[in-house]
């Protein structure tokens, strides 16, 4: 993971996911112009501020549509909503990563998880 752009606070580091480093996971045939979909998530340390971030997943090519969601999280890692607001944006995919753009618009550090699906 690296960062092209910050502010405010220190780098998000991915903390957790539900594979972050797989290489073997298939996905899903669905069909249509749609030939596989994956879904993972990963946690991330605390922080705020503006940020470019990557995600590595071998899933993901240039051709690829990624779609990233993110929300606070507890101490329990369970995802709500709170007073914060994050905003994803600028979601590029390259081969085997995806960089995207987090604004985590609060005061201080918070933790949060985010749920990317691909389709290919």
Known sequence: MTAVESSA???????????????????????????????????????????????PWNVIGVDSS?????????????????AAALQVSSIAPANGVVTFKINIDWGSSLPMRTDVVVFN
């Open 66 to 82: 990624v779609v990233i969601t993110a929300s606070e999280i507890d101490a329990n890692g369970h995802r709500f909503v709170g």
């Open 9 to 55: 606070s220190g780098l998000p580091q991915i903390s957790g996911g539900s594979h972050p480093d797989s290489t073997d996971h298939q996905g899903l045939a669905i069909g249509g112009n749609v030939g596989a979909v994956w879904r993972g998530w990963w946690t991330w340390t605390p922080s705020h501020g503006v940020f470019n971030l990557q995600i």
